[in-house]
């Protein structure tokens, strides 16, 4: 069973701006902290971004720092992830996550539930 659904990756050129969009439900989101994820083939899956329920709290990557923002609308239960300033290194299949505990966390093992992710190439 489908419990997060990712979109908006694709193909950009260095320097552009993207907008991922996670799409989930209420007994994925509700209460739950969400993070961004990404992965390239042969390496651990790296944590990029988090929020918390009520959007107090967020924390980044020091790689995407300055350059991504995750927000999310609990009402129609989507996390999105802005990113700017897009540089080759950033190539990666992109997941979110969540984590049914209210705490950001970096290692993607304490996450409850994932999506299939969604591809960003970026060519220099």
């Known amino acids: 069973q489908v419990q997060l659904v990712e979109s908006g990756g694709g193909l950009v050129q260095a320097g552009d701006s993207l907008r991922l969009s996670c799409a989930g439900s209420?007994?994925?989101?509700?209460?739950?902290?969400m993070a961004w994820f990404r992965q390239i083939p042969g390496k651990e899956r790296e944590f990029v971004a988090g929020?918390?329920?009520?959007?107090?709290?967020?924390v980044y990557a020091d790689s995407v720092k300055g350059r991504c923002a995750i927000s999310r609308d609990n009402a129609n239960y989507r996390v999105y992830l802005q990113m700017s300033t897009l540089k080759a290194e950033d190539t990666a299949v992109y997941s979110c996550?969540?984590?049914?505990?209210?705490?950001?966390?970096?290692?993607?093992?304490?996450?409850?539930?994932w999506g299939q992710g969604t591809q960003v190439t970026v060519s220099s």
């Open positions: 996550a969540a984590r049914l505990l209210n705490i950001i966390n970096r290692n993607p093992n304490v996450y409850d539930y």
């Open positions: 209420g007994r994925t989101f509700n209460n739950s902290a």
């Open positions: 929020i918390t329920w009520y959007s107090r709290n967020t």
